[in-house]
T-cell receptor
Framework: EAGVAQSPRYKIIEKRQSVAFWCNPISGHATLYWYQQILGQGPKLLIQFQNNGVVDDSQLPKDRFSAERLKGVDSTLKIQPAKLEDSAVYLC???????????????FGPGTRLTVL | AQSVTQLGSHVSVSEGALVLLRCNYSSSVPPYLFWYVQYPNQGLQLLLKYTTGATLVKGINGFEAEFKKSETSFHLTKPSAHMSDAAEYFCAVSDGSGYSTLTFGKGTMLLVSP
């Protein structure tokens, strides 16, 4: 079974530029998550989709970050404009179904390492 | 709000020695608890999780963890460390409501020396 795919793996941009990350979850997984992992910290949830609807985006900086999940499969996370503090690894994860009880196993992709200069 | 505290950003052991990585949580409701491992330049992989039932949970690669409600702890152990265990380990908590949102600790880097 193929895992969660992400691209690109690495990206270097100048501040104030825009960047987009792509995620393809495991086939059949209804729930998709985007996390931000800053060096030395644990992952922090940015946004969570159930199929193609947003169920939690409370920690997404909406003035510069946006995400979409068209057709309930692939997802794109965009940053515009980027700031220095956005340098981090952006992880995508998916789970088979959101049972609504918090016990679902999340499967993570390899991440995209973003460096903002 | 829920939170996770992992004691020790780095833990060093010798190959063959006991591995103990500490995790304490805070949650207003009975929690679901997870341990994930992250190898360099890779995503996170689930080691084990506690949802309900038996408080001693066995995971992959010989790891296990025990849920102790009275101590609000979920420490990860392995009887004998192997060089391949060197990685970063994250403890996470879900409060069991909503849509499986996880709150992660800051992680503990396990270093294994020959």
């Amino acid at each position: 079974e193929a895992g969660v795919a992400q691209s690109p793996r690495y990206k270097i941009i100048e501040k104030r530029q825009s960047v987009a990350f792509w995620c393809n979850p495991i086939s059949g997984h209804a729930t998709l998550y985007w996390y931000q992992q800053i060096l030395g910290q644990g992952p922090k949830l940015l946004i969570q989709f159930q199929n193609n609807g947003v169920v939690d985006d409370s920690q997404l900086p909406k003035d510069r970050f946006s995400a979409e999940r068209l057709k309930g499969v692939d997802s794109t996370l965009k940053i515009q404009p980027a700031k220095l503090e956005d340098s981090a690894v952006y992880l995508c994860a998916s789970s088979l179904v959101s049972s609504g009880n918090g016990a679902d196993t999340q499967y993570f992709g390899p991440g995209t390492r973003l460096t903002v200069l | 709000a829920q939170s996770v505290t992992q004691l020790g950003s780095h833990v060093s052991v010798s190959e063959g020695a006991l591995v103990l990585l500490r995790c304490n949580y805070s949650s207003s409701v009975p929690p679901y608890l997870f341990w994930y491992v992250q190898y360099p330049n890779q995503g996170l992989q689930l080691l084990l999780k506690y949802t309900t039932g038996a408080t001693l949970v066995k995971g992959i690669n010989g790891f296990e963890a025990e849920f102790k409600k009275s101590e609000t702890s979920f420490h990860l152990t392995k009887p004998s460390a192997h060089m391949s265990d060197a990685a970063e380990y994250f403890c996470a908590v879900s409060d069991g409501s909503g849509y499986s949102t996880l709150t992660f600790g800051k992680g503990t880097m396990l270093l294994v020396s020959p």
